[in-house]
């Protein structure tokens, strides 16, 4: 028959990792409950309280002037962004089908661009409601890793957007 031994180690080391977790806790709690040995009630004198008003006021005359700088900045995006027209063109990861929404179509509906007279009459359309804005195209890639957009889509793209404003928005290409 088998017999237990009579001393189990847990009885042991079951309490002692508790004291160390506890002694882990209050470790961690000393930077909160310590006060520091060099600070008295009575340090704030006249002139360190004029510094700290002097600091406190050159800071917000320091963010009063980024505040007015972060405004035009604001603003100048706000200008650019009504003199250009963005026309977006989503690629399909699975496919490599690229295709646009058109302003005046329905919503929801897609148009395919699969080749250089779609681009040209994407190209047409836009510049017609441009109203004189900027015209650019935004061709976005696909957001998980695909095989699209491959050497034959960057060419059409290339050859069919020559003589106009393209970026391509593709988080997987090589930096």
């Known amino acids: 028959m088998i017999q237990l031994p009579e001393r189990a180690v847990t009885r042991f080391f079951v309490p002692l990792i508790d004291v160390l977790i506890l002694l882990f806790c209050i470790f961690l709690l000393l930077p909160f409950v310590a006060t520091p040995a060099d600070q008295t009630a009575g340090?704030?004198?006249?002139?360190?309280?004029?510094?700290?008003r002097s600091e406190v006021r050159k800071a917000k005359?320091?963010?009063?002037?980024?505040r007015k700088r972060v405004d035009e900045l604001l603003r100048e995006r706000a200008e650019s962004a009504q003199r250009t027209l963005v026309r977006v063109i989503d690629i399909d990861g699975d496919t490599g089908e690229m295709s646009y929404a058109a302003s005046d179509g329905p919503p929801g509906r897609r148009y395919p661009l699969a080749s250089a007279e779609d681009a040209?009459?994407?190209i047409l359309n836009a510049k017609k409601k441009s109203d004189g804005r900027a015209v650019k195209f935004l061709?976005?890639?696909?957001r998980k890793p695909s095989r699209f957009p491959?050497?034959?889509?960057?060419?059409?793209?290339?050859?069919?957007?020559?003589?106009?404003?393209?970026?391509?928005?593709?988080p997987f290409a090589p930096r």
């Not at 061709?139 to 696909?142: A, E, L, N, R, S």
């Not at 059409?156 to 393209?166: N, Q, T």
Request: some cysteine; proline content about 5%.
């Open 61 to 66: 005359d320091e963010l009063a002037i980024e």
């Open 139 to 142: 061709f976005v890639c696909p």
């Open 150 to 170: 491959d050497r034959k889509t960057l060419d059409d793209i290339g050859a069919w957007f020559a003589s106009e404003s393209v970026t391509i928005d593709n």
């Open 43 to 52: 340090s704030d004198t006249p002139t360190d309280l004029e510094s700290l």
């Open 120 to 122: 040209r009459n994407l």
